[in-house]
């Protein structure tokens, strides 16, 4: 795990210069700390859990890399009062992360099967502030809105207007989107008092795409 953490400290360093911050907040370090990731990658893959990458976790999808995970929950700036929406759960660990902040944690994913697996390790897991479901996460959680911070763990084409209306006044929404030159960016949407939305890019990125009829 220390190996890890100076991994991510070092990338915090290293991408300075587009985040605009040199270090994750110590909240979410310790966050990270708590979950044990080789719980949520397949058994052969085990051994490098605690490396800062991506592993596959079948049906083409990815738990994504730690650093990036670290970051994006950063941005969330999570509160315990907080009610988040993750969209795409994969193998649950976002959400584990997110759950470790004490907030109530919403998670849609679009993949029956990844979505069982996790609603079965997180329960396992006792993660009783984490509740998932299984649908097209474009369209959000009506039902279950608003929400003070929203994130995307697969890239869109475009900001999901329903996600931006489900974002309470002052929320945040943290995604991946496609660039139009190419290549893609990670994007913090913040939703005003008067419902408009100011946008910051804030690093080149990679990540599966967001799926689904929408
Ligand atoms: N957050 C995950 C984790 O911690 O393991 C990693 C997610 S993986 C990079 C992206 C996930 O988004 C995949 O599990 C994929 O099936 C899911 N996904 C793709 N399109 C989706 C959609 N429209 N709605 C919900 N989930 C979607």
Same mark, same amino acid.
Not at 161 to 166: D, I, N, S, Y
């Given at each position: 795990?220390?190996?890890?953490?100076?991994?991510?400290?070092?990338?915090?360093?290293?991408?300075?210069?587009?985040?605009?911050?040199?270090?994750?907040?110590?909240?979410?370090?310790?966050?990270?700390?708590?979950?044990?990731?080789?719980?949520?990658?397949?058994?052969?893959?085990?051994? !490098?859990?605690?490396?800062?990458?991506?592993?596959?976790?079948?049906?083409?999808?990815?738990?994504?890399?730690?650093?990036?995970?670290?970051?994006?929950?950063?941005?969330?700036?999570?509160?315990?009062?907080?009610?988040?929406?993750?969209?795409?759960?994969?193998?649950?660990?976002?959400?584990?992360?997110?759950?470790? !902040?004490?907030?109530?944690?919403?998670?849609?994913?679009?993949?029956?099967?990844?979505?069982?697996?996790?609603?079965?390790? !997180?329960?396992?897991?006792?993660?009783?502030?984490?509740?998932?479901?299984?649908?097209?996460?474009?369209?959000?959680?009506?039902?279950?809105?608003?929400?003070?911070?929203?994130?995307?763990?697969?890239?869109?084409?475009?900001?999901?207007?329903?996600?931006?209306?489900?974002?309470?006044?002052?929320?945040?929404?943290?995604?991946?989107?496609?660039?139009?030159?190419?290549?893609?960016? !990670?994007?913090?949407?913040?939703?005003?008092?008067?419902?408009?939305?100011?946008?910051?890019?804030?690093?080149?990125?990679?990540?599966?795409?967001?799926?689904?009829?929408?």
């Amino acid at each position: 795990m220390e190996r890890l953490l100076n991994a991510i400290r070092t990338d915090a360093r290293v991408t300075e210069s587009y985040t605009g911050q040199a270090e994750i907040s110590a909240q979410v370090m310790d966050a990270l700390c708590r979950v044990p990731r080789e719980e949520f990658v397949p058994d052969e893959a085990s051994h !490098l859990a605690y490396q800062n990458h991506p592993l596959p976790i079948g049906h083409g999808q990815t738990i994504s890399q730690p650093f990036i995970v670290a970051l994006m929950t950063d941005l969330l700036e999570v509160r315990p009062e907080h009610r988040i929406l993750e969209i795409g759960t994969g193998s649950g660990y976002q959400a584990a992360v997110l759950a470790e !902040l004490e907030a109530e944690i919403y998670s849609i994913e679009i993949i029956p099967d990844l979505a069982a697996t996790a609603t079965t390790l !997180l329960d396992r897991l006792e993660y009783t502030n984490v509740h998932l479901t299984v649908g097209d996460g474009w369209h959000g959680w009506a039902e279950e809105a608003p929400f003070n911070g929203i994130i995307v763990t697969a890239v869109a084409e475009d900001i999901p207007p329903r996600l931006v209306e489900q974002l309470s006044s002052g929320g945040r929404l943290v995604l991946p989107l496609d660039q139009p030159s190419g290549g893609q960016v !990670l994007v913090v949407v913040e939703k005003q008092a008067d419902g408009s939305t100011r946008r910051r890019d804030v690093l080149p990125v990679q990540f599966v795409p967001l799926t689904g009829d929408h």
